[in-house]
């Protein structure tokens, strides 16, 4: 009857304990977090942010490289505004329009 009200104790303690902790993130979780902040990175940089992502170490590259991304989309974005709004001006379509937004967007 002891060993009984005994185990029964620890096993209350114990559950008790581990209440407190957060629950870890699976891998399958870190995984798919890296994923999603590693949008917009390609190649070797992106395999490297997810690596180092994977590893604990992502958030402040992650940071960084975020703010880069957003400004080149942000130029992106306005050049193909800036582009777009030409062509509708020059009245241009087709094979005519697809050439100059070409051009255009280069630069």
Same mark, same amino acid.
């Given at each position: 009857?002891?060993a009984?009200?005994f185990?029964? $104790?620890?096993?209350?303690?114990?559950?008790? $304990?581990? $209440?407190n902790e957060?629950e870890?993130?699976t891998?399958r979780?870190?995984f798919?977090?890296?994923?999603? #902040?590693s949008?917009?990175l390609?190649?070797?940089e992106?395999?490297?942010?997810m690596?180092?992502?994977?590893k604990?170490?992502?958030? $402040?590259?992650?940071d #960084?490289?975020a703010?880069?991304?957003?400004?080149?989309?942000? #130029?992106?974005q306005?050049?193909?505004?800036?582009c777009?709004e030409e062509?509708? /001006?020059?009245?241009?379509?087709?094979? #005519?329009?697809?050439?100059f937004?070409? /051009?255009?967007?280069?630069?």
């Open positions: 009857m002891k009984k009200l185990c029964a $104790a620890a096993c209350v303690a114990l559950s008790g $304990a581990y $209440a957060p870890q993130p891998y979780d870190r798919a977090t890296c994923a999603h #902040e949008k917009g390609k190649g070797d992106h395999q490297k942010f690596s180092d992502c994977l604990g170490q992502g958030s $402040a590259k992650k #960084e490289q703010h880069k991304t957003t400004a080149a989309a942000g #130029e992106q306005n050049r193909m505004r800036t777009n062509a509708h /001006t020059k009245n241009l379509h087709g094979d #005519e329009r697809r050439s937004m070409s /051009t255009c967007l280069k630069g």
